[in-house]
């Protein structure tokens, strides 16, 4: 258990650093929590209540001990969205008891995706479908918020597009205090924010809202309010389970298992590598991060992951372990118990206002550039996430992400790079003939790297490259070396594509060599009988070795052969 290893070397010193960075993670979540609620489609308290026993459960259970969890703007996006596919508009009992299963299910999904050591999942959605993915989000969240910003009675819907012509239409009525707050909250938040990024931006804006609301009777003007919020701790349920429902939450609560890991590990990889003093484990990650989804659901809690924002806080403000998150729930806590009655007359506009301000970060202007600059494939792979995104919708945004993620690591892993060498004058070095002008072919000698395992994904490929290598030969070739030092693995495709190239080679009079070998390659070729047909004395360890074999014409005892090709495992297996 992660606790375990660094509560028994709690040192005196760390607590000034805990207590000051959970206090000030504990102030943030008080107003970030309803806004998120809030844009979950549930009633802000919910957004509180998925802030409190989450921060407990990820102290014991998590390996960033500056992760700050809760709910965050993607995954309440993803709520809101799922939400309203299974059901349209829902009553708020009904909406709250969906999140709440939803919740469960993600939870166990990732305890038992932590179980099995699936953790390595992260790695299959890579860095520019995620950017793409949140930048859109960011535009969806701001565009989903426009009936709490301008009091417009705007339908439920994350379609940007309809939203847009339905605002547009809706103009003229637009409730001119509401939008008057909305900007003059967004606008303070900004201020506050480049002034000193010390002061709770949030909570400032959301007392000020508060008493201003009281005390002018917006309420009683038509802004809108958040109401009645339940004083007292989320009391235990039991979420609904039954195969039905389970049927209707599962690809929502798999949806919210993905991009809450995903998230929340790239901020904690963020954290290890600034602190440097532990390591993140993406296996563990994934039990305590279910643990707090589904340890939460019992206290009505709705799905939550790693807050970048609020990491960031507690890092800066000197949290060193898990006890900072534990005061932070404590804060909020008490906040529940004595606070909550007084949040009656929050303007929603406030909220919405918090929610606006903290989704600009999401969209990734610097990376798109950066893409653009350095790599306009995955600048076209983060461009095709993100309007799949806007036009399919979140979810199938998510899905478009993961199956474009694939699809490029299938396509790259399908035609790999190969290099024709040549050796570098006054040297053992052999280089790509394409990179390096100096570098010589040797007369009737092909030599050819490849720099990938060599599988059913790319062995169609390697035969035809090799083939049109030799056919665009304008000169007697001898022999054909192969460079394997790049692949690292040969299954029975890439063994059928070598024996088929054996009889192509053979068939035209080429000798074929094969230099640097790793053992696990070597071990293959012996398995598929490859070993004894490309021969003893045509295996080398390196490429000069094998050209030096070749140009002293096979001399009996050549200086350039040893033994050390051929060795193998498998004879001590079969032995």
Request: aromatic share 10%; charged share 15%.
């Given at each position: 258990?992660p606790i375990?290893?660094?509560?028994?070397?709690?040192?005196?010193?760390?607590?000034r650093?805990?207590?000051q960075a959970?206090?000030?993670?504990?102030?943030?979540?008080?107003?970030?929590g309803?806004?998120y609620?809030l844009?979950?489609?549930?009633?802000?308290?919910?957004g509180?209540?998925?802030?409190?026993?989450?921060?407990f459960?990820?102290?014991?259970?998590?390996?960033?001990?500056?992760?700050?969890?809760?709910?965050t703007?993607?995954?309440s996006?993803l709520?809101?969205a799922?939400?309203?596919q299974?059901?349209g508009?829902?009553?708020?009992?009904?909406?709250?008891?969906?999140a709440?299963?939803v919740?469960f299910v993600?939870?166990?999904?990732?305890?038992?995706?932590?179980f099995?050591?699936?953790?390595?999942l992260?790695?299959?959605l890579?860095h520019?479908v995620?950017?793409?993915?949140?930048?859109?989000?960011a535009?969806?969240i701001?565009f989903?918020?426009l009936?709490?910003?301008?009091?417009l009675?705007?339908?439920?819907?994350n379609?940007?597009?309809f939203?847009s012509?339905?605002?547009?239409?809706q103009l003229?009525?637009?409730?001119g205090l509401?939008?008057?707050?909305?900007?003059?909250?967004?606008?303070l938040?900004r201020g506050?924010?480049r002034a000193s990024?010390?002061?709770?931006?949030a909570?400032v804006?959301v007392l000020?809202?508060?008493?201003?609301?009281?005390g002018l009777?917006?309420?009683?003007?038509?802004?809108?309010v958040?109401?009645?919020?339940?004083a007292?701790?989320?009391?235990?349920?039991w979420?609904?389970?039954?195969?039905?429902?389970?049927?209707?939450?599962?690809?929502?609560a798999f949806t919210?298992?993905?991009?809450?890991?995903?998230?929340?590990?790239?901020?904690?990889?963020?954290?290890?590598?600034?602190?440097g003093?532990?390591?993140v484990d993406?296996?563990q990650?994934?039990?305590?991060?279910?643990?707090?989804k589904?340890?939460?659901?019992?206290?009505?809690?709705?799905p939550t992951?790693g807050s970048f924002?609020?990491?960031?806080?507690?890092?800066?403000a000197?949290?060193?372990t898990?006890?900072?998150?534990m005061?932070?729930?404590?804060?909020?806590?008490?906040?529940l118990?004595?606070?909550?009655?007084?949040?009656?007359?929050?303007?929603k506009?406030?909220l919405?206002?918090?929610?606006?301000a903290a989704?600009?970060?999401?969209?990734?202007?610097?990376?798109?550039?950066?893409?653009w600059?350095?790599?306009?494939?995955d600048w076209?792979t983060?461009?095709a996430?993100?309007?799949?995104?806007?036009?399919?919708?979140?979810?199938?945004g998510?899905?478009?992400?993961v199956?474009?993620?694939?699809?490029?690591m299938v396509?790259?892993n399908?035609?790999?790079?190969?290099?024709?060498?040549?050796q570098?004058?006054?040297s053992?070095?052999?280089?790509s003939?394409?990179?390096?002008s100096?570098?010589?072919?040797h007369?009737e000698?092909l030599?050819?790297?490849f720099?990938?395992?060599l599988?059913?994904?790319n062995?169609s490929?390697?035969?035809?490259?090799?083939?049109?290598?030799i056919?665009g030969e304008g000169?007697?070739l001898?022999?054909?070396?192969l460079?394997?030092?790049?692949?690292?693995?040969?299954?029975?495709s890439?063994?059928m594509?070598?024996?088929?190239?054996?009889q192509?080679l053979e068939?035209r009079?080429?000798?074929f060599y094969?230099?640097?070998?790793?053992?696990p390659?070597?071990?293959?070729l012996h398995?598929?009988?490859?070993?004894?047909?490309i021969?003893?004395?045509?295996q080398?360890?390196q490429?000069h070795d094998?050209?030096?074999?070749f140009l002293?014409?096979?001399?009996?005892?050549?200086?350039?052969?040893?033994?050390?090709?051929?060795q193998?495992?498998?004879?001590?297996?079969?032995?």
């Amino acid at each position: 258990m992660p606790i375990l290893s660094w509560l028994p070397a709690y040192r005196k010193a760390y607590l000034r650093g805990d207590m000051q960075a959970g206090l000030t993670v504990g102030v943030m979540l008080v107003p970030q929590g309803m806004a998120y609620g809030l844009l979950a489609g549930l009633p802000p308290v919910y957004g509180l209540y998925a802030s409190l026993i989450p921060l407990f459960f990820y102290a014991v259970l998590g390996t960033s001990r500056q992760l700050s969890v809760g709910p965050t703007a993607v995954v309440s996006l993803l709520i809101a969205a799922g939400i309203q596919q299974l059901g349209g508009e829902l009553p708020p009992g009904q909406m709250v008891s969906l999140a709440i299963s939803v919740a469960f299910v993600a939870g166990a999904i990732q305890l038992l995706m932590g179980f099995l050591k699936l953790g390595v999942l992260v790695n299959f959605l890579s860095h520019p479908v995620i950017a793409g993915f949140t930048s859109a989000a960011a535009f969806i969240i701001a565009f989903s918020q426009l009936r709490n910003l301008t009091g417009l009675p705007l339908p439920r819907s994350n379609n940007i597009f309809f939203l847009s012509g339905e605002a547009f239409s809706q103009l003229h009525a637009a409730h001119g205090l509401t939008l008057g707050i909305s900007l003059a909250s967004f606008m303070l938040l900004r201020g506050i924010k480049r002034a000193s990024r010390a002061v709770p931006g949030a909570l400032v804006v959301v007392l000020a809202g508060t008493f201003l609301s009281a005390g002018l009777d917006w309420e009683g003007q038509g802004v809108a309010v958040i109401g009645q919020v339940p004083a007292g701790l989320p009391g235990f349920v039991w979420p609904e389970l039954g195969a039905e429902r389970l049927g209707q939450v599962f690809p929502l609560a798999f949806t919210v298992c993905i991009i809450s890991f995903i998230e929340s590990v790239a901020i904690a990889k963020t954290l290890e590598r600034k602190h440097g003093d532990y390591r993140v484990d993406p296996n563990q990650e994934l039990i305590a991060l279910g643990a707090t989804k589904l340890g939460g659901a019992f206290f009505q809690a709705f799905p939550t992951t790693g807050s970048f924002s609020r990491s960031a806080v507690n890092s800066d403000a000197g949290a060193r372990t898990g006890i900072a998150s534990m005061i932070s729930a404590v804060i909020l806590a008490l906040a529940l118990v004595y606070l909550a009655p007084w949040f009656y007359h929050l303007p929603k506009a406030v909220l919405a206002a918090i929610i606006l301000a903290a989704v600009i970060n999401l969209v990734d202007w610097r990376e798109a550039r950066h893409l653009w600059a350095v790599d306009r494939r995955d600048w076209l792979t983060m461009l095709a996430t993100f309007v799949a995104t806007l036009v399919l919708g979140i979810q199938n945004g998510v899905l478009s992400g993961v199956l474009l993620s694939l699809g490029i690591m299938v396509y790259r892993n399908s035609k790999p790079h190969l290099a024709v060498l040549g050796q570098l004058p006054g040297s053992r070095r052999y280089r790509s003939i394409s990179r390096f002008s100096q570098a010589r072919q040797h007369d009737e000698v092909l030599i050819v790297r490849f720099d990938a395992q060599l599988y059913f994904g790319n062995a169609s490929y390697f035969l035809e490259s090799i083939e049109k290598l030799i056919a665009g030969e304008g000169r007697t070739l001898k022999l054909l070396l192969l460079d394997a030092s790049s692949i690292h693995d040969v299954d029975s495709s890439g063994a059928m594509v070598l024996s088929e190239l054996l009889q192509l080679l053979e068939s035209r009079g080429i000798l074929f060599y094969i230099s640097g070998a790793i053992g696990p390659v070597r071990d293959a070729l012996h398995r598929h009988g490859l070993s004894g047909r490309i021969g003893e004395r045509h295996q080398f360890v390196q490429v000069h070795d094998a050209v030096s074999y070749f140009l002293e014409e096979e001399a009996t005892e050549p200086s350039g052969w040893s033994p050390a090709a051929l060795q193998t495992n498998e004879r001590h297996k079969k032995s």
